[in-house]
């Protein structure tokens, strides 16, 4: 993520923003009303974090650019061709990804 991040030209300062943002986040468990001891998060934001949805996007736009590079190296077929341009599509809700691939033993 932080590759793609600095490929696209993002600053030095939204860098270490990103990264403290994504790797320095605490949290805390809720139980019957008493919060618990905060810790840390140490592998990227939760779920309901307002940063999900930009994350998401980041990578998913470059998931696309790589089955894009995939497809025109031949490595694997998608299997909408009627339907979508060069048969592939990546359908995408909340957080969650499906690659439609025909399937080739």
């Given amino acids: 993520m932080f590759d793609c991040c600095e490929q696209k030209g993002f600053s030095r300062k939204w860098m270490v923003w990103l ?3 994504v790797t320095e986040g605490t949290l805390s468990v809720n139980i019957n009303d008493e919060l618990g001891p905060h810790f840390g998060s ?3 934001a939760k779920q309901d974090d ?3 949805p930009f994350l998401f996007n980041l990578i998913g736009e470059n998931l696309a650019k790589m089955v894009k ?3 025109s190296r031949g490595l694997f077929t998608g299997m909408s061709e009627n339907l979508v341009t060069e048969g592939f ?3 995408q809700y909340a957080d969650y990804t499906i ?3 025909k399937d080739d033993p």
């Fill in 19 to 21: 990264k403290n943002a």
């Fill in 89 to 91: 599509a990546i359908p």
């Fill in 42 to 44: 140490f592998k990227g």
């Fill in 69 to 71: 590079n995939a497809q």
């Fill in 99 to 101: 690659l439609f691939i």
């Fill in 50 to 52: 307002p940063f999900s």
